[in-house]
Structure formats: structure tokens, C-alpha cells
């Protein structure tokens, strides 16, 4: 179990470093999924939870992101 844990803290981390480069374009619900792609709602929310499943300190800092912006002009 914990070589797994390992293993999944390992691709978390990859992934993280990868997408935040492109924290501001990344398409981070299913609705800007769908918009942004030739798919359907259930494959924008599939996409949705796979991506949540591998980046989800990217998506945490988006909501963050988020709820630090909320009632701002633009933002």
C-alpha cells in the first residue's frame, strides 16, 4: 500500500509541475471542459475526474484562486 501511495504522490507532483505553466488557460470545470471540446456533458465530467484525480493540487490552487477573486471586476 504505501508503494502505491508513493507511486500516486509521484504522478500528483509530476502533474502539478507540469499544467502550472498554465494555470490561467486551464479549463478546470466540466462546463469549460464541454465549452472548450468537440465532447459531451458525460465525457466533459469523466475528463473532469480523471484530471482531478491526477492534478489535484492544481485544482485546489484554482479554487483558491477563486474564492481570492470573487467580486472583482474582470476576475
Known amino acids: 500500500m504505501n ?11 509530476s502533474a502539478f509541475l ?7 488557460c ?3 470545470t466540466p ?8 465532447i459531451n456533458m458525460f465525457g466533459a465530467v469523466l475528463i473532469f ?3 482531478f484525480l491526477l492534478n489535484p493540487i492544481l485544482f485546489i490552487l484554482k479554487f483558491l484562486w477563486w474564492i481570492f477573486h470573487v467580486g472583482r471586476d474582470g476576475g
Open 3 to 13: 508503494i502505491f501511495v508513493i507511486i500516486y504522490l509521484c504522478i500528483v507532483i
Open 18 to 24: 507540469l499544467t502550472i505553466k498554465d494555470f490561467d
Open 26 to 28: 486551464f479549463a478546470c
Open 31 to 38: 462546463k469549460e471542459i464541454y465549452e472548450c471540446n468537440n
Open 49 to 51: 475526474v480523471v484530471a
